[in-house]
């Protein structure tokens, strides 16, 4: 089975801090991989995505790494803000127009 | 459109009634997706459009689901005989080429 494991499930630290978000799968044919938040009742935001032949992408203070060896993607969070709070799912693609599989996601809260 | 579009934002029914939920892409975007969200989860795959046909519809729970895209655009989402358990935001995104995925804000189902 085609798995993506987002873990831990929730997290929580205070503003300013420098934080890591993982994201591990089992099949490491990959197309790409994508990062995204959801804030709560609402719809899914693309925050960065990876293409297989890439290593890293980064937008602002998110940047995101795809290691395909090991099976595991990062996304890093610099100088964190409350704004920053809402849940961060990554998705893998196997294949061109082929579904998406997510992780359960991970809660972050942002401590002012 | 700028976005992908779903309406409603939230329908309550109820048990036994059946459902219809839209979902109006990026324009020019070919490829559709619907996936469902329970609480706490990521988004589970339900169908997935090329143009009007549904190219892969694994994730359908049982044949009381039913999606249709019949000129390549709009999608409907249909569920009959809903039961408690169909509760849930259902999601769509649409794709230009399957690099990325743009998501709906959902529609948020209760089934009472």
């Known amino acids: 089975k085609q798995?993506?494991?987002?873990?831990p499930a929730a997290l929580s630290v205070p503003e300013g801090e420098n934080l890591v978000l993982n994201c591990s799968f089992t099949d490491s044919a990959i197309?790409?991989?994508?990062?995204?938040?959801?804030?709560?009742?609402?719809?899914?935001?693309?925050?960065?995505?990876?293409?297989?032949?890439?290593?890293?992408?980064?937008?602002g203070r998110l940047n995101a790494?795809?290691?395909?060896?090991?099976?595991?993607?990062?996304?890093?969070?610099?100088?964190?803000?409350?704004?920053?709070?809402?849940?961060?799912?990554?998705?893998?693609?196997t294949g061109a127009n082929s579904k998406l599989t997510f992780g359960k996601g991970i809660t972050l809260s942002v401590r002012p | 459109g700028a976005g992908v579009s779903q309406t409603p934002s939230n329908k309550v029914t109820e048990k036994g009634k059946y459902v219809e939920?839209?979902?109006?892409?990026?324009?020019?975007?070919?490829?559709?997706?619907?996936?469902r969200q329970s609480l706490g989860q990521g988004p589970e795959f339900l169908i997935?459009?090329?143009?009007?046909?549904?190219?892969?519809?694994?994730?359908?729970?049982?044949?009381?689901?039913?999606?249709?895209?019949?000129?390549?655009s709009v999608s409907t989402?249909?569920?009959?005989?809903?039961?408690r358990g169909d509760s849930a935001v259902y999601l769509c995104?649409?794709?230009?080429?399957?690099?990325?995925?743009?998501?709906?804000?959902g529609t948020r189902l209760t089934v009472v």
């Open chain 1, 3 to 7: 798995e993506v494991t987002q873990i």
């Open chain 1, 65 to 93: 790494s795809l290691d395909k060896s090991s099976g595991r993607s990062t996304l890093y969070i610099a100088a964190s803000q409350p704004g920053d709070s809402a849940t961060y799912l990554c998705a893998r693609l």
């Open chain 2, 93 to 105: 995104a649409s794709s230009l080429n399957g690099y990325g995925y743009t998501f709906g804000s």
């Open chain 2, 77 to 83: 989402l249909k569920i009959q005989r809903t039961e």
């Open chain 2, 21 to 35: 939920l839209r979902c109006d892409p990026i324009s020019g975007h070919t490829a559709l997706y619907w996936y």
């Open chain 2, 48 to 72: 997935y459009f090329q143009g009007t046909g549904a190219a892969d519809d694994s994730g359908l729970p049982n044949d009381r689901f039913f999606a249709v895209r019949p000129e390549g």
């Open chain 1, 31 to 59: 197309y790409n991989l994508q990062w995204f938040r959801q804030d709560p009742g609402k719809g899914l935001t693309s925050l960065l995505l990876i293409q297989s032949s890439q290593r890293e992408q980064t937008s």
